[in-house]
């Protein structure tokens, strides 16, 4: 493990980065650290997680140093019941990286609840995590692949494989996505930032305005996306009626919203 060599270009609420070669997830390890009671804003950089995680309990893989695999610990001071727009903003400030870094060339969206995706497929993944006072996020962000796998063509997008005309390096990435989410979490911890954030993120969002269908625990529909909540829920209208979503897997209908 090393200390990331450049600590002195982010902002003050990471005050650390941390960097492994090889490590099984990077939110297992911030998550127990969060028991030892670590500082706030701590960042965990790997160039190879060999038990990456995404949402329900799917894997998340990557060649070593070709994505930026990244978990983030935050003791937000927002109330609970929006902790997620702390991972909305996330993703809104990693959208906004991957089209500065690539001169606009590639511009992603967002797919609710936690992707960003290019018409290639998926180019990010985000995952939050809570224990107690504390909220983990991490991303898995592709970057620089020399291929696509057979097994994830069609699914995963990578930068340097969906036409950008310039390939940022990791370094770079992180320090400008962690630099753009300071500043959407300054907003969002001001009287209006919520509702800045919402707009924000429907304006980028690949979701709202496709015809999707809704995976639960207990049933599947399908439904036009509408809108996003103040607190960050998708709200669905559907033959019966508007239904505001929390938590799901979330389809894109082919032939709807292009990505």
């Known amino acids: 493990m090393t200390d990331f060599a450049y600590n002195s270009a982010l902002p ?6 941390e960097q492994f ?36 309990g799917r894997t998340w893989t990557a060649p070593p ?27 809104i400030a990693a959208a906004e990286t991957v089209a500065e870094l690539t001169d606009a060339s590639l511009v992603p969206k967002l797919k609710w609840p936690n992707d ?9 993944g985000l995952l939050a995590e809570r224990r107690g006072d504390v909220l983990v996020v991490g991303m898995g962000l592709n970057i620089d692949w020399p291929a696509v796998p057979d097994e994830l063509r069609d699914i995963a997008a990578v930068i340097s494989l969906s036409g950008a005309t310039r390939v940022p390096s990791r370094d770079e990435v992180l320090i400008a996505w962690l630099r753009r989410w300071n ?30 269908r809704i995976q639960l625990a207990e049933e599947t529909f399908e439904g036009l996306a509408v809108g996003i909540t ?11 009626g508007r239904r505001e979503i929390s938590a799901g897997d979330v389809t894109h209908l082919r032939g709807v919203s292009g990505v």
């Open 65 to 91: 140093g070709g994505s930026l695999l990244v978990s983030v610990l935050l003791r937000p001071s927002i109330p609970v019941d929006s902790w997620y727009l702390v991972t909305l903003a996330a993703g």
């Open 183 to 212: 500043g959407w979490l300054t907003i969002l911890e001001s009287p209006a930032g919520a509702e800045r954030v919402r707009i924000a993120s429907e304006a980028m969002s690949a979701t709202v305005g496709s015809t999707v």
């Open 12 to 17: 003050t609420r990471f005050p650390k980065v």
């Open 116 to 124: 960003l995706v290019v018409p290639e497929g998926k180019l990010a």
């Open 21 to 56: 070669a090889t490590i099984d997830s990077t939110n297992r390890y911030l998550l127990d650290a969060a028991r030892d009671g670590v500082a706030n804003g701590l960042v965990v950089l790997a160039d190879e997680q060999t038990a990456g995680r995404g949402r329900l």
């Open 230 to 240: 103040a607190n960050g829920h998708l709200i669905v209208a559907t033959a019966e």
